[in-house]
């Protein structure tokens, strides 16, 4: 790149933008159907369900402990896939780029994205790039989405129509570490922590529980909202409600620490790395066993299951003794957590 | 909605979030794969090859004469699939959204891109909300990511390899009309023009030319860095260069005026709802008269042709007879265009 910072021109359409795309993003995303550079991307699909998902990441800041912009935006689609059932394929990637930019800040982020879509085992195979005036964004905002084929027998998994009461609510491991990971990076706030985001890409947790497929009957990841939002969900108007022992939930230390400093409640941080099953009684501890083996599932726990009583409501238990109800998150914690 | 604004809770994935999502992206693209409102949208698909593309849109002003940002971030990624012989088939839909925007602001750009998928016979499926803090992005920016499959005969299209010396070159009608309607919009000017953008789904058009598909040998949209970055993209580095006639491309006359008031280029001007085709000699009549019996291309014309000389240049052949060399745009025309 001639220019070390970004310049509207990059944005152009020109040849500008041609310098941008072949020497970051092409160099670090390669791979023969990207290389093509039409309009789309064209690749051979098989006849099945498609899943088809799109997020945007605006974080703020773009790096923070144990992850950065990027690898949360292929993260997070690789997870909105994988908890819908399918293998995640293919991703597109757009970026939103501030004027002034620095160009050696945008390489690291794609770097980080191109290390972690290997690690997902997907590719990046189309994209687009915008430049706009100085001020007119916050550095850097990325969308991504993404195309995955549902796994047989994964079909109905979303419609959530498997879940029963006696059914167990799993989760892979402690839940607000990428909240608070964030804030502490907040410049503003001057916060000393250890704590590291969980991001993480899911989609190799997930798959090793094929083999339990059929008692697997609803997944989500818990991000914006937190866990807390993904419980209330699961039964809002639904025929069962949702019982949760606060006990049981993982919670580090730090992010304890630091829920209770500034006033937030860790049901309701974000996460980037934790799935949310339900599953059939039977199957609870073969499935958490295998959860354990795995590295991003070391701290799985049952928390809750799913009740015939008050149909509609989430429960907590908390840890003396009484109950709440859980309800979705009703206004904001934490703006541009992702 | 309560709220006459977006709030910094409409991004948070709790329940003001839940009601944006219901009461203005439902209610308007509302259909039964996005009603399932799963994490990925989830529907069958055939075996074939896929096309896959995506565009952020960050246009300014939202609004403009003839469309505004909601229209074109369908029209544009509908025109990025079809020109890739794709059937466009469905779209995601991601908005970053500056807190403190209108909501019905919001509904009227939400409203038009319901309008313009239903013309363009696409479904949204799936989409993400975020809200950014005031001041750091500018009102509302959208991207849009399209799934499409490739019609048969279609495949290897945007590899230019059926591209040869004697092809004609065609375009459906006038260039400069969507840059210089956006520039008429943004106040500092203070133009009066009865300047329209030209921006439209072009898949209508361009099903009407499958009879003729083999000799359809590439095709591109000319958007950003408009119809002279397209034609020297479609010669760089390839053994065949382009001629063209100046007086052949069809410009309207108040795009003219506004282009030479302002010092610009109209070959650089962007469109959005201009495709350039690469036909064979043989066939090209036949399809300049399909194109011009439908509304999107009645000024279609032949503009110039493929040539054996002068290998990865297009030559420009001026109205007073000389020759210029067509290269890509060099810097940024005007910023924001799209």
Known sequence: MKSKTILLGHGSGGRLSHE?????????FGNPILNQQGDAAVFAIEQGALAFTTDSYVVDPIFFPGADIGKLAVAGTV??????????????AGFIIEEGLEVALLEKVVESMATEAK???????????????RGKCDKLFINTAGVGMVKPGYEQLQSGKFIQPGDKIIINGAIGDHGMAVMSARNQLNIQSQLQSDCASLNGLINELD?????IHFMRDATRGGLGTVLAELCDKRPFGVNIEEEAIPVHEGVRGMCELLGFDPLYVANEGKVVLVVGAAATDQIVDIMRMHP???EAFVIGEISQD???????QTAIGGNRIVDMLAGEQLPRIC
Chains 1, 2 share one sequence.
Do not use: M
């Open 79 to 92: 997870n909105d896939l994988s908890v819908s059932g399918a293998q995640p394929l293919y991703l597109s």
């Open 20 to 28: 941008l795309i072949t020497s970051i993003f092409v160099r670090h």
């Open 310 to 316: 008050h149909p509609g409501k989430c429960w907590l």
């Open 211 to 215: 083999q339990h497929r059929e008692h």
């Open 296 to 298: 991003l599932g070391k």
């Open 119 to 133: 690690k997902a085992g997907i590719y990046i195979v189309t994209g687009d790039t915008k430049v706009v005036d």
